[in-house]
């Protein structure tokens, strides 16, 4: 777990500027983590956090669960290191793989009725029981005056017999297609999402905390359930 874990997690900082206390810096979280199903405790300067069933209009709703740590220099510049996961990530990184089996599952369908079809074929042939149907039929040719007048050739029956020999009966493509689609899905989600993050946590930093929200801060250190 430990070598993939990194594809459903995001690790950062972000600097806070001007220093603030922890509480001050949780004070000015607070707004996000007050919301339906959410639970929050503060323990010194760690703030841990779970989201149970967040609204897609939630801020943090592609980050479900995480902590957040306020770390302070000895230069005293102050900055918020957060460790967070994604059950979204996760899902989307899971897609690929689910239509990969998908597609390999209907490939091997496809060859086994390709492998039974021609065994049977190989049957009547021992047999002499080859229909009318599966001997070669010549193809019928034009007569000069409609080549003449440009009428388009006449279909070849062994070749259109070919055509429909090889076509599978399951087609794959689609889902080659869509398992394509959510792994560039994950990939723009892995770079966007903890870009996006960030921009959240600095925003809410750098806004001055309600009088409510900073004096719950301050008398509810311990812990917090929204």
């Not at 149970?52 to 230069?75: C, I, W, Y």
């Not at 690929?96 to 492998?115: C, H, I, R, T, Y």
Request: charged fraction near 25%; charge should be neutral; hydrophobic fraction near 45%.
């Amino acid at each position: 777990m430990t070598y993939i874990e990194w594809l459903w997690r995001a690790e950062g900082e972000v600097p806070i500027d001007p220093p603030l206390s922890a509480a001050e810096a949780f004070a000015r979280l607070d707004p996000l983590f007050r919301t339906p199903d959410t639970t929050y405790a503060v323990k010194g300067d760690t703030l841990t956090y779970v989201k149970h069933n967040p609204a897609a209009q939630d801020k943090l709703a592609t980050f479900t669960s995480g902590t957040m740590r306020v770390a302070r220099s000895e230069d005293g510049a102050a900055k918020l290191v957060f460790s967070v996961r994604s059950k979204a990530l996760l899902m989307v990184f899971l897609a690929p793989l689910l239509f990969l089996a998908f597609a390999q599952v209907m490939s091997a369908a496809n060859d086994w009725e390709k492998a039974a079809m021609e065994a049977e074929r190989a049957e009547a042939k021992a047999a002499g029981k080859l229909k009318d149907d599966d001997k070669a039929k010549p193809k019928a040719e034009l007569h000069p005056l409609d080549k003449m007048l440009g009428a388009p050739e006449p279909e070849d029956p062994s070749k259109k017999k070919d055509e429909n020999k090889d076509k599978e009966k399951f087609e794959t493509t689609p889902a080659y297609v869509l398992a394509g689609m959510f792994f560039l899905l994950f990939i723009v989600g892995r770079v966007l999402e903890p870009w996006l993050l960030k921009r959240t946590l600095r925003a809410a930093l750098a806004s001055a905390p309600s009088d409510s929200a900073y004096a719950g801060s301050q008398a509810e250190l311990c812990s917090g359930t929204s």
